[in-house]
């Protein structure tokens, strides 16, 4: 199986962009589904397929993809988007998933 | 709207085997190309996958969990479930269920609230 490495801390200024990246092997082949994980609750997907948002997920939360590398990207983060992150993928095999380490979002 | 409800005992032996259920309602569990998964969380930590099943019944699961692992489903009660052998402590942990109806299997959406598994004697 391949790793997925995440940045464990970032913080952005309310209203400002911030950018969360997520690197690995298995990104040249695969793409990233990202999830927003507020405390005491249970995570929430954000973007998959690189760059698409299931219903309900604002537009300032974008996705996007170099080589091995996936980010997320929010334009004007909000208060309540401080919260963890986590990417995911699959393995080299296609047949397994693996989960980055997380990143801990702080809006200031 | 698809919804999902772990099910399962908040506290097991170690060395025990640990038992939880998904309940799927809003849809079907046999629905074409949709995988059902599980995934936990140490207190603290991040997520890891623990496996996943297709809708046909093929099982994909953690490599480091392989060995202790069964994923099953039951399509006539809408439901899958996760079976755990030879618990220890380390597997203390919030144990979610997912479905991903995409075909890609890593698409997990949506995910049930999640049960505390405690294991001690």
């Known amino acids: 199986s391949s790793e997925l490495t995440q940045d464990p801390t970032v913080s952005v200024a309310l209203g400002q962009t911030v950018r969360i990246t997520c690197q690995g092997d298995?990104?040249?082949?695969?793409?990233a589904s990202w999830y927003q994980q507020k405390p005491g609750q249970a995570p929430v997907l954000v973007i998959y397929?690189?760059?698409n948002r299931p219903s309900g997920i604002p537009d300032r939360f974008s996705g996007s993809n170099s080589g091995n590398t996936a980010s997320l990207t929010i334009t004007g983060a909000q208060a309540e988007d401080e919260a963890d992150y986590y990417c995911?993928?699959?393995?080299?095999?296609?047949?397994?998933?693996?989960f980055g380490g997380g990143t801990k979002l702080t809006v200031l | 709207q698809l919804q999902l409800q772990e099910s399962g005992p908040g506290l097991v032996k170690p060395s025990e085997t640990l038992s939880l259920t998904c309940s799927v309602s809003?849809?079907?569990?046999?629905?074409?190309?949709?995988?059902w998964g599980w995934i936990r969380q140490s207190p603290g930590k991040g997520l890891e996958w623990i496996g996943s099943i297709y809708y046909s019944g093929i099982t994909y699961y953690n490599p480091s969990l392989r060995s202790r692992l069964t994923i099953s489903v039951d399509t006539f009660k809408n439901q899958f479930s996760l079976k755990l052998r030879s618990l220890t402590a380390a597997d203390t942990a919030v144990y979610y269920c997912?479905?991903?109806?995409?075909?890609?299997?890593?698409?997990?959406?949506?995910w049930g609230q999640g049960t505390l598994v405690t294991v001690s004697s």
């Open positions: 997912a479905g991903d109806r995409s075909g890609f299997i890593n698409i997990l959406d949506p």
């Open positions: 298995s990104l040249r082949t695969y793409f």
């Open positions: 809003g849809g079907t569990i046999s629905s074409n190309s949709a995988y």
């Open positions: 995911n993928s699959r393995d080299r095999s296609g047949n397994l998933v693996v």
């Open positions: 397929d690189k760059n």
